[in-house]
């Protein structure tokens, strides 16, 4: 009776999940779904409570507050900068509680003699891509605070080695299969669990991080399936399932509008070389320098503006300083919009949320493809900290490292002026033929400051 | 292999095409907040670590099963609570006032 009790409320739990994604569709709809995953949550907890295996409540308690009190900050003080890094961090918790039940489980079923091979089967799965995902987590979680150093690190035969520790792996696994009992190949799968996922971080460079942060979102979700099936939980393996639709459909998304394959991201450690050989085919002609006062009298006097923000905006914390500039424009009739591309900040859809935070609102974001023909009746376009994501070499120059990546037309507007901090190359190493077109203007300075004066200087004029 | 995995698969398969057919119609403009939210969601994990804490199934198992349910319980508590955060921003027409966290109010 109890237990059906506690099916039931699974079922209705894993109803509100699917309600509440649905719910993400539209910004009006998307707090209001939440709320309602957050009481399925609760009904799916409160309903285990009841389970028939539980029979201490002492631990679990302790386990409970402790999370709780570990959670807390990681909701409400974490700034929205940081919002990589604390997604990288969350998905170590969750393979590691996948993991450490894994474990668990595979001792509880030793003592009792109730290992079977398909319970190992999903065991030993859940533990390899639990304890991958925890160190490859932690792993982007280093490299996206700077506690590592961002550069890709390689070393001969790197592909080769990574790939071999991880057939070793699985053969531990079909090993296993075969002597369930055998609990030495078991630790040899979360060893070497550990150490792939250190070693398939290790040589991706910062800037691929977006990739890495939403594929191992589709692991840590795979881990949770493999859960579900070990201990014969629906729900886990209903989350699960949609975890890693999610994490998939981010990756495949994030390699897109990078121009670049799975297999690339995984094994190209893009970066190490590619910054020589820009070098060579660098933009010809000079850049334009324009003063503050005569870019504000153009923004003040244009009809439509389109602002491109790029990771340099956040980096500046000039969020607020551009929302300032957009309501003083505004009000003087000048239609602005800002043209977000996808890889934009260090997440997928990072920079809405940095926008959206300065109280930016969300109809004024817009995305890439819907944004491209609006440019070419568009009086300026201010680039702010951005780089590679409006550089025309992805499209005309094949031997450019970023050829073939989906860009914002930027010049195809009447006018460009470009906030940069320095005349150095990208993010990427890659010179842009942007910058020294006669179109473009180059307002040099910090991206803060350089706001503050454009919104000074508007009030004026 | 037992009917009871026979129907895992099949709940799997359909779960992860409800999921694909759900999540690829989410505007980028709410990646992020939907990368919170499947963390938070996913602390479901949370049931089972619950059953291996309270099991007494011996003192190894209690202690993994308590360091579970603590990091399962942080990504509900954390998750839902920053997702939240991140979606009053993105409320109703509030936003100009360029209030943080009270954007819920009008």
Redesign the interface.
């Known amino acids: 009776m109890t237990e059906t009790f506690i099916q039931l409320s699974?079922l209705l739990?894993?109803g509100l999940?699917?309600l509440?994604?649905?719910s993400?569709?539209?910004?009006?709809t998307?707090?209001r779904g939440?709320?309602m995953?957050?009481i399925g949550?609760l009904i799916?907890?409160a309903a285990?409570?009841l389970?028939q295996?539980?029979?201490?409540?002492e631990?679990?308690a302790?386990?409970?507050v402790?999370?709780?009190v570990?959670?807390?900050?990681?909701?409400?003080w974490?700034p929205?900068t940081a919002?990589p890094q604390?997604?990288a961090f969350?998905?170590a918790?969750?393979a590691?509680?996948?993991t450490?039940?894994g474990?668990?489980?595979y001792?509880?079923s030793y003592?009792t003699q109730h290992l079977t091979q398909?319970h190992v089967l999903a065991l030993g799965f859940e533990v390899l891509l639990g304890a991958l995902t925890v160190t490859g987590s932690l792993m982007a979680f280093g490299k996206l605070q700077e506690i590592l150093p961002g550069r890709p690190v390689t070393f001969r035969g790197q592909n080769v080695f990574n790939l071999s520790l991880f057939a070793i792996g699985v053969a531990c696994l079909v090993w296993l299969i075969v002597n369930p009992y055998d609990v030495w190949s078991f630790v040899a799968i979360c060893v070497i669990g550990l150490l792939v996922g250190i070693l398939l971080v290790l040589p991706i460079g910062g800037a691929d991080m977006p990739v890495v942060?939403?594929l191992l979102?589709s692991y840590?979700?795979l881990a949770?399936?493999a859960?579900?099936?070990a201990?014969?939980?629906?729900?886990?393996?209903?989350?699960?399932?949609?975890?890693?639709?999610?994490?998939?459909?981010?990756s495949i998304?994030m390699s897109k509008a990078m121009n670049r394959s799975f297999s690339n991201v995984l094994f190209g450690a893009f970066g190490s070389a590619a910054g020589e050989e820009a070098a060579v085919s660098g933009a010809k002609g000079d850049m334009a320098p324009i003063s503050a006062d005569d870019a504000a009298l153009r923004l003040a006097f244009s009809r439509r503006v389109i602002i491109v923000p790029g990771y340099g905006l956040a980096v500046a914390q000039a969020q607020?300083q551009a929302?300032e500039l957009v309501d003083l424009l505004e009000k003087r009739g000048v239609d602005v919009r800002f043209a977000?591309h996808?890889v934009a900040?260090r997440?997928?859809?990072?920079m809405?949320?940095l926008l959206?935070?300065?109280?930016?609102?969300?109809d004024k974001?817009v995305?890439m493809e819907d944004i491209n023909q609006r440019f070419t009746d568009t009086d300026v376009a201010l680039v702010v900290g951005a780089n590679d994501v409006v550089n025309p070499a992805a499209r005309t120059n094949k031997s450019s490292p970023i050829y073939g990546m989906p860009i914002l037309n930027v010049s195809d507007s009447k006018s460009v002026i470009v906030l940069k901090r320095g005349k150095g190359a990208g993010f990427s190493g890659v010179e842009n033929d942007l910058f020294v077109s006669p179109k473009t203007s180059m307002l040099f300075g910090d991206a803060k400051q350089s706001l503050m004066q454009l919104g000074a200087e508007v009030k004026l004029a | 292999m037992t009917s009871t995995a026979i129907i895992q698969l099949f709940v799997f398969l359909l779960a992860g095409f409800v999921g694909f057919q759900t999540i690829s119609r989410i505007p980028p403009l709410l990646h992020t907040p939907l990368m919170a939210a499947t963390n938070a969601i996913s602390g479901i994990s949370l049931v089972a670590s619950l059953v291996l804490a309270g099991a007494n199934q011996g003192f190894v198992s209690t202690v993994l099963g308590a360091v579970a349910v603590a990091c399962a319980m942080a990504n509900v508590v954390g998750g839902f609570l920053i997702t939240d955060r991140m979606l009053a921003m993105f409320g109703a027409k509030a936003a100009n006032k360029g209030e943080r966290k009270g954007a819920d109010r009008q």
Do not use: K, Q
Request: proline share 3%; with cysteine.
């Open positions: 699974y739990a894993a999940f699917v509440a994604l649905r993400l569709c539209h910004p009006d998307a707090r939440m709320h995953a957050a949550m799916a907890v285990t409570l389970h295996r539980i029979v201490t409540y631990w679990l302790v386990g409970a402790v999370g709780a570990i959670g807390y900050p990681l909701g409400m974490v929205m919002m604390r997604i969350s998905h918790f969750g590691l509680a996948a450490l039940v474990i668990g489980e001792i509880h003592d398909g942060v939403s979102n840590a979700g949770a399936v859960t579900g099936f201990l014969d939980n629906n729900i886990l393996i209903v989350v699960g399932a949609l975890d890693g639709a999610s994490g998939f459909i981010l998304a607020h929302r977000i996808p900040g997440m997928p859809g990072h809405n949320v959206a935070e300065a109280g930016i609102s969300y974001l995305d």
